[in-house]
């Protein structure tokens, strides 16, 4: 039974993942803050293989004593996304980069790191070119650049695997509704409107639980697939925000949207995603985008305001 420290466990994709690492019978301790205030893990709380630590993963003495005698290490621990990242970049760098540090610092080369990146690093590609894990990255946001230079540290220590993750979307106990499709069915449902900047750039997508699948994947693949870099998500969602506009209304067909003459989005991503080297070892997206939109419109009958965001 293998032993599994998540950091941030309580966060977004953490409070889908760690429910199904117990379910598969692995021993998980989550070290968390719970700055959001987020009560997603009680239903783990009766599990006698769940443990958990309130503390802060930038805290050394804290991180050591967790990291002992675990087998595996997930850091989800992190500012996400750009506008969070900018309102604090203090905590975006010493979360998402020199937390990595310690964690490189105290482990045994025999534990495992699964790290989660986000494919935002690639920033903006060229036109109709599809970006693979050979694609130099060239991030374009604090967020992106405290992300890649984690993953690269990561890589360079061995024994390692790096998942860029593709823009997640889905239901979660700690639910996020500022990710781009999970905002975008929410504003559908309660604005039944909204203006679309930068409604060409194109990004890809990827369904939260195929996610905790990828991450399974990778533990049960592991001498096959460790260090090594993996692009993770769906490939028939390299979508702009435009087409991303019209499945949503294909399922709310009172939603409107245009994109806007002025004003600019100060998120410039804008790539295409090859999900072709992670595939090519047999995994592959489950959860399509009109899965992901059905499911949000039942989500959003039970959320009805958006505390839930990280900004």
């Keep these: 039974m293998e032993r599994i420290l998540i950091s941030g466990g309580g966060g977004y994709i953490g409070s889908r993942l760690v429910p199904e690492l117990?379910?598969?019978?692995?021993?998980v301790t989550v070290l968390d803050n719970f700055m959001y205030g987020q009560n997603s893990l009680l239903d783990c709380c009766d599990n006698k293989n769940f443990e958990v630590i309130?503390?802060?993963c930038r805290d050394e003495k804290i991180l050591e004593k967790a990291m002992d005698g675990m087998d595996i290490i997930i850091p989800l621990a992190a500012i996400v996304g750009f506008p969070a990242a900018d309102a604090d970049t203090t905590a975006t760098i010493s979360t998402n980069l020199e937390a990595i540090k310690t964690i490189l610092k105290f482990r045994d080369k025999k534990q495992k790191i699964l790290m989660p990146n986000t494919n935002s690093g690639y920033g903006i590609g060229q036109k109709d070119k599809f970006c693979t894990e050979e694609t130099p990255l060239n991030p374009v946001s604090l967020y992106g650049r405290t992300k890649c230079e984690s993953e690269r540290n990561i890589l360079e220590s061995g024994n390692a695997i790096s998942f860029r993750l593709a823009t997640v979307f889905g239901a979660?106990?700690?639910m996020r509704t500022d990710l781009l499709v999970n905002d975008f069915v929410y504003r559908a449902i309660n604005d039944s409107a909204v203006?679309?900047?930068?409604g060409h750039a194109t990004r890809n997508y990827i369904h939260i639980l195929d996610v905790v699948d990828t991450f399974i994947y990778g533990i049960r693949n592991w001498e096959s697939m460790k260090d090594n870099v993996y692009n993770v998500g769906l490939s028939s969602a390299n979508l702009s925000k435009l087409e991303l506009c019209e499945k949503i209304k294909k399922h709310?067909?009172?939603?409107?949207?245009?994109?806007?003459?002025?004003?600019?989005?100060?998120?410039?991503?804008?790539?295409?995603i090859s999900n072709a080297k992670l595939e090519n070892k047999g995994w592959c997206a489950r959860r399509s985008i009109d899965d992901g939109i059905k499911e949000l419109i039942k989500v959003y009958q039970i959320i009805k305001n958006n505390k839930y965001g990280n900004v």
């Design 195 to 198: 203006v679309v900047f930068g």
């Design 252 to 272: 709310l067909p009172k939603f409107v949207y245009m994109e806007a003459e002025i004003g600019e989005d100060p998120d410039k991503r804008d790539y295409l």
């Design 54 to 56: 309130r503390g802060d």
């Design 172 to 174: 979660s106990n700690r």
């Design 22 to 27: 117990l379910r598969q019978k692995y021993k």
